[in-house]
């Protein structure tokens, strides 16, 4: 239960849509001030362009999914709303974001970096995660459910050092630097802190609110955490991805993509598992989720590296394989299939 749900007792579903939205409009407002903020810090300090869209950027767009995370663990004291948002966020984002900027802004171009390393290396991310799932199966007595600990985690954490290390190492390699932008740096600092402060007070009422329609339709959170939390929790990170794309910087959208989901799957994802003290997930939910992921993500960097550019064709396709993904999500919530069962679904706590 959110602090918002203990204050408010139960009350009527609109209610808490109505606080949903404020706190969809209180996360990206918020979130527009952390990256605005840290946008002009990197500038103040002559941070490349390479360095702001892989690192930066994606670490600052990635407050909400992180401020999800920590008030699961910590508030909620179970990891299934956090994890469904992140799982859901990636899926968001690889998929919808790309594509729409291709559609909206015409035909993307990437480059070489983009794909042989960002992209590549996401998808290493994907499969050590994986690997991390398949390990904890093998300390439990089962096969339904596999328990990842926080040694886990800090493994998961290493491989983010190594993108950076791949990022920060190959910028000095180039001997690039950004152009100086003099700021007031305690004011963005404020800004910085305020915009925290602001993404956490809008992340609790969307949970909230995200909580009490899983209970109207007696759905699994997870899975509203998966569709309904990480699409309002990725809206904002898509209308930045179109602005880049329309001022003609698509290749740093679809840049910003990987890193950022990169950032939520080795990073925000096992700072999860280190604060819950290890945490139990559904094998049998994970498998196909993250299967799903893999493949779409391939998808995505095989139309990439295809001249190195996606096509507006290419977009449509992109946004019409998400739409199926919520098409199966929203099955498996009112049980026309089961490739997700609700006994593992509901096993994702702790």
């Given amino acids: 239960m959110t602090i918002a749900q203990e204050l408010l007792g139960e009350q009527p579903l609109v209610l808490w849509l109505v606080l949903g939205t404020v706190g969809f409009l209180l996360t990206w407002r918020g979130a527009d001030s952390v990256e605005a903020s840290t946008s002009a810090i990197s500038d103040h300090f002559g941070v490349s362009q390479a360095i702001q869209g892989g690192i930066i950027a994606a670490v600052a767009t990635s407050f909400p999914e992180l ?4 008030i699961s ?5 179970e990891f299934g709303v956090g994890a469904g948002a992140l799982i859901g ?73 190594v993108y950076l290390i791949l990022i920060i190492g190959g910028q000095k390699k180039k001997k690039t630097e950004g152009e100086r932008k003099s700021t007031n740096l305690p004011r963005q600092f404020g800004l910085f802190l305020g915009g925290l402060a602001v993404v956490l007070v809008g992340v ?73 003290g290890g945490v139990s997930i559904g094998f049998l939910t994970a ?40 098409l199966w999500m929203v099955s498996e919530a009112l049980g026309f299939t089961t490739a997700l069962t609700d006994q593992t679904l509901r096993t994702i706590l702790e």
């Fill in 204 to 276: 609790e009422a969307m949970i909230g609110m995200t909580l009490e329609i899983s209970d109207a339709l007696d759905a699994p959170p997870f899975l509203m955490s998966v569709t309904v939390l990480s699409i309002l929790s990725s809206f904002p990170d898509l209308l930045v991805g179109v602005e880049m794309g329309e001022r003609g910087d698509q290749r740093a959208a679809v840049a910003n993509v990987f890193g950022t989901n990169t950032f939520n799957l080795v990073l925000v994802l096992p700072l999860g598992v280190i604060l819950a």
């Fill in 89 to 161: 966020t990636a899926v968001f984002n690889i998929l919808v974001i790309p594509g729409a900027v291709a559609v909206l802004t015409g035909d993307t171009t990437t480059t070489r970096g983009i794909v042989y390393r960002d992209a590549i290396f996401y998808l290493v991310a994907i499969l050590s995660f994986f690997g991390v799932i398949a390990l904890g199966v093998l300390g439990t007595d089962g096969r339904e459910v596999a328990r990842l600990t926080p040694q886990m985690g800090v493994g998961l954490i290493v491989i983010y050092g």
């Fill in 73 to 77: 663990v910590l508030v909620l004291g």
């Fill in 287 to 326: 498998v196909p989720l993250l299967l799903f992921l893999f493949y779409t993500t391939l998808v995505v960097v095989v139309l990439a590296a295809t001249d190195f550019e996606i096509t507006q064709l290419e977009g449509y396709a992109l946004l019409a394989i998400y739409v199926l993904f919520l």
């Fill in 67 to 70: 401020a999800i995370t920590i």
